[in-house]
């Protein structure tokens, strides 16, 4: 089998395509033959082992796994003694926010990790770039009341946790102001934006007039300092990153006790819990991720330049036949 390969922390051209042993799958196990995945965020903190804070998760000195990736769309192909949940030639996805060795073409998992059969008549590519960017937006809005007729800023709309969270949001009637460069108007305009800013063109920040329920900063690239005047009184502010100096995972903390407009920190968790909904979505048509195109393995390297230059649209996939 061909799988993506380092043994390093680094930068992209640590990485390289090896043919490896197929494995066979031990008690309790899965092998699922990959056949999508994307190259993410949390990927490329996983390639670089950064933040630090990472490390703790996918091994502290070098990669727990040799293979990059942390979600994916594939088939059963075998199972090993004592597995009950599957069975071969089920049609499956998976995500952990840790690794799992998923740029491979194939891989071992255990049964109960955050793996579940796929959303019936949805394809691979389709479902594989459902999962990691629509993890995070879920666990943006499950964090708050949503409720329809309420107005929110949504910073980055492009990105594959922008465009998802934007497509949650007006499943919950919300009214949103989108922000994206020139280019992607028409794409984010379509997917529902009520109305979009050109950040090229204009600074979101300093919209004069309006205020609104929620500020969400899927990019991680604004503060609360600048966005707090956007925000009603009892308004949120929640964004995709820690912030200089761990300031949004702070002002989380002593938002409680602080007057005024609260942050909160959206940590992620239970991830079959997100897939299950967001499957639910693409089922009824309700959801349709945000492509930017389809890289064979033997480009990983050059697909990990592109997540990491801020540069992609929605998701990058990565094609495992």
Known sequence: MKSAYRDRYGPPLVLSIRELPVPAPKEGEIRIRVRAATVNRTDCAILLGKPFVMRFFCGLRRPRHRATGTDFAGEVEAVGSGVDRFKVGDRVWGFDDAGLGSHSQQMLLRQDKAVAKMPAGIGFEQAAASIEGAHYAYNFINKVKLKAGQTALLNGASGAIGSALLQLLKHFGLQVTATCAT??????????????????????TQEQGRQFDYVFDAVGKSC??????????????????????????????????????????????????????????????????????????????????????????????????
Do not use: T
């Open 224 to 321: 609360f300092a600048a966005c707090r005047p956007l925000l009603r009184p009892a308004g949120v502010y929640i964004s995709s990153e820690l912030g200089a100096y761990l300031q949004n995972l702070l002002l989380a903390l002593l938002s409680p006790i602080l007057p005024g407009p609260k942050v909160i920190f959206p940590v992620p968790f239970r991830p079959l819990e997100s897939m299950a909904f967001v499957g639910g979505l693409l089922e009824r048509g309700e959801f349709k991720p945000l492509i930017d195109r389809s890289v064979p393995l033997e480009q990983i390297a050059a697909a990990f330049d592109l997540a990491l230059s801020g540069q992609k649209v929605g998701n990058l996939l990565l094609s495992l036949d």
């Open 183 to 204: 280019p992607q108007l028409m794409r984010i305009k379509a997917l529902g934006a009520d109305r979009v800013i050109d950040y090229l063109q204009q600074d979101f």
